[in-house]
Nanobody
């Protein structure tokens, strides 16, 4: 499966952005889809995930209540709605697809398919 992330941009603190991860070449709904981010000089970290089939979502503590991940089966995509953005949310955001078990949902190594990344810049 091939993934294409889009929707990044520059916003002021408190603003919103919606990222989209479009899939092709496979049955997207059978995969859990995670969002990860990498800030300058830092390691890539887990942000959010939506599980395959059951659709349950999980979030990094610092984005809980501000970010929402959702799946559009008809469009074969997964979106990440980001509200109340903070400067510390600045990063390149990646979407990834895989079939990790519940305990490994936040581990990037469990996702074999990755999009190219989209840059989000939040200014204060």
């Amino acid at each position: 499966v091939q993934l294409q992330a889009s929707g990044g941009g520059s916003v002021q603190a408190g603003g919103s952005l919606r990222l989209s991860c479009a899939a092709s070449g496979g049955t997207f709904s059978r995969y859990s889809v995670g969002w990860f981010r990498q800030a300058p000089g830092k390691e890539r970290e887990f942000v959010a995930v939506i599980r395959a089939h059951v659709g349950r979502t999980y979030y990094k503590d610092s984005v809980e209540g501000r970010f929402t991940v959702s799946r559009d089966v008809a469009k074969n995509s997964v979106d990440l709605q980001m509200n109340k953005l903070k400067p510390e949310d600045t990063a390149v955001y990646f979407c990834a697809a895989g079939t990790p078990i519940l305990s490994a949902l936040r581990q990037e190594g469990m996702y074999p398919y990755w999009g190219q990344g989209t840059l989000v810049t939040v200014s204060s």
